[in-house]
Nanobody, 124 residues
Framework: QVQLVESGGGLVQAGGSLRVSCAAS????????MGWFRQAPGKGREFVAS????????YYADSVKGRFTISRDNAKNTVFLQMNSLKPLDTAVYYC?????????????????WGQGTQVTVSS
């Protein structure tokens, strides 16, 4: 089945930008809605953003609207998360995930495939 590998995390100062990537294996990438989640120290997993199979529709958590942008390149089996105006509260491990097309992209449930995560740290 599909495997996901995140990359691009690192340390950035508040107000800076960072782009994380998620590479998927196989030819089934375009059959999945893709999402980004994050988990901060001592907190549960939080939905961040999602994108439809062809990239025509996106959805964002209120906490990142206007600052983050999700995109995908199906030819390269890759999904991206561009993060601008970063805040210390954005510090977390960021995970990408995929789910079969079912329900609205705003639904944070039903993601069957997960990456290992990449650490993003924002200093004040």
């Amino acid at each position: 089945q599909v495997q996901l590998v995140e990359s691009g995390g690192g340390l950035v100062q508040a107000g800076g930008s960072l782009r994380v990537s998620c590479a998927a294996s196989g030819r089934t990438f375009s059959n999945y809605i893709m999402g980004w989640f994050r988990q901060a120290p001592g907190k549960g997993r939080e939905f961040v953003a999602s994108i439809s199979r062809s990239g025509g529709s996106t959805y964002y958590a209120d906490s990142v609207k206007g600052r983050f942008t999700i995109s995908r390149d199906n030819a390269k089996n890759t999904v991206f998360l561009q993060m601008n105006s970063l805040k210390p509260l954005d510090t977390a491990v960021y995970y990408c995930a995929g789910r079969p097309t079912l329900g609205a992209i705003s639904t944070p449930y039903g993601y069957d495939y997960w990456g290992q995560g990449t650490q993003v740290t924002v200093s004040s």
